[in-house]
Each structure stands twice: as C-alpha cells, then as structure tokens.
C-alpha cells in the first residue's frame, strides 16, 4: 500500500468519514504528497504544515479545542489528521461542505 493509503486508514480510524477516504487521499497527495513532516513555509500565517498542510490560521482555534500546543505539533501524522478532520467538520457545520479549506468543489 502506498504512504496516502496508510495514512487515509489511520484518518478512518480517527473519525474520518469512510466515503471521504478517497478524496482525502488526493488532497493529502497534492498538498504534501503524503510526507507528515511537509512545511511551506510560503503560505500565509506562518505557513501550512503536515499531510493535509494545515495553515496558521487554524492554530488558535486548534489549540483551543486542545488538538495542538504549538505548530509543530501538526508534523504528527495522527495529529495533523485530528485537525483536519475537526476543520472538515467545521465546514460540514457551518457550510454544508468540509473541503472549502483545501479549495476541493
């Protein structure tokens, strides 16, 4: 099995919705290519970090809800993937729609 199929099982684990497994596949290998420990320093913020590539905008509200400390944390494939699913959620919540983040339509 490749990196992104290990990692979408561990997020299935972790809540993931199941029927998402494939398109969380793809965002992972666009936006890291599925290396946990992935850093773009370029993006806003203070950068995007982790498989999903979460950026600083979400560290305060991701500390909040106790998923981080500091941003490092989100080098941490288990880590990363909490977080992600917690803003995913968020869009469902607010959006009708958990990809808006990652610009998926």
């Known amino acids: 099995t490749s990196a992104c199929e290990q990692f979408s099982a561990l997020a299935i684990n972790l ?10 596949e793809s965002i992972m ?4 290519n599925c290396t946990p420990n992935a850093i773009n320093r370029k993006d806003p913020f203070g ?3 982790g498989l999903l590539q979460i ?3 979400w560290h305060k509200w991701l500390t909040a809800k106790g998923i981080m400390t500091q941003p490092s944390n989100l080098l941490q494939a288990e880590t990363n993937l909490r977080a992600g ?3 995913y959620n968020y869009g469902v919540e607010r959006y ?10």
Do not use: C, T
């Open 85 to 87: 699913l917690e803003i």
């Open 55 to 57: 950026n600083g905008s």
């Open 29 to 32: 290998k666009r936006e890291s």
């Open 47 to 49: 950068g995007s970090r």
């Open 96 to 105: 009708g729609f958990g990809w808006g983040p990652w610009s998926v339509k």
């Open 15 to 24: 809540g993931w919705p199941a029927d998402q497994r494939n398109v969380l």
